[in-house]
């Protein structure tokens, strides 16, 4: 049974960087097979879908949302992270990790961290 | 972009009574589609994905149908654990997602 496990700073300051870093177990990020997904949710709202990155690197982002995000894969950790530059208080949302296969469909996900930007 | 939209945006439902939920795309998306059920404090959890097949482990009651741009999600009979957010999401183009329906208690 995979398991993800978000990990971050819970709060950051307008116009910083925000770094979060999702950490798997119970499988390997390297075996393929699975897209390693970030995706958001403002307080109170819907889910809003921000990119997924392959093991080998490869990564796709929502065309809907300004490029101000990168995510990136470190295999050696069983990890993939999310930076986010320039952060409003329209970022503060919590911040989940999720897995998709083949199929798009998010099968695996972890608790969510939320992320407050504040001064 | 494939906008999805759910209605009603909240359902006021007794246990035991049956829950029909709506999700209508923006343009045809086949089969294209999942639904998910979130509770206060948790992650979504998958239900139905491509429309009408139940995830691994999800009760006989929820139900999925539909297909193109027209889906619904069935709870024949709310137990009182079902009372939650559902999201559908579609896999056409893009990832994008629903938002939400809550099924609330009368």
């Known amino acids: 049974q995979v398991q993800l496990q978000e990990s971050g700073p819970g709060l950051v300051k307008p116009s910083q960087t925000l770094s979060l870093t999702c950490t798997v177990s119970?499988?390997?990020?390297?075996?393929?097979?699975?897209?390693w997904s970030w995706i958001r949710q403002h307080p109170g709202k819907g889910l809003e879908w921000i990119g997924y990155?392959?093991?080998?690197?490869?990564?796709y982002y929502n065309p809907s949302l300004k490029s101000r995000f990168t995510i990136s894969v470190d295999t050696s950790k069983n990890q993939f992270s999310l930076k986010l530059n320039s952060v409003t208080a329209a970022d503060t949302a919590v911040y989940y990790c999720?897995?998709?296969?083949?199929?798009?469909?998010?099968?695996?996900w972890g608790q969510g961290t939320l992320i407050t930007v504040s001064s | 972009e494939i906008v999805v939209t759910q209605s009603p945006a909240t359902l006021s439902l007794s246990p035991g009574e049956r829950a029909t939920l709506s999700c209508r795309a923006s343009?045809?998306?086949?089969?294209?589609l999942a639904w998910y059920q979130q509770k206060p404090g948790q992650a979504p959890r998958l239900l139905i994905y491509?429309?009408?097949n139940r995830a691994t482990g999800i009760p006989a009651r929820f139900s999925g149908s539909g297909s193109g741009t027209d889906f619904t999600l069935t709870i024949s009979s709310l137990e009182p654990e079902d009372f939650a957010v559902y999201y559908c999401?579609?896999?056409?183009?893009?990832?994008?997602f629903g938002g939400g329906t809550k099924v609330e208690i009368k």
């Open positions: 999720a897995s998709t296969g083949d199929e798009y469909y998010f099968d695996y």
């Open positions: 343009q045809s998306v086949g089969s294209y």
């Open positions: 491509d429309a009408s």
């Open positions: 999401q579609q896999r056409s183009n893009w990832l994008t």
């Open positions: 119970g499988g390997s990020i390297s075996s393929g097979g699975y897209y």
């Open positions: 990155i392959y093991y080998s690197g490869s990564t």
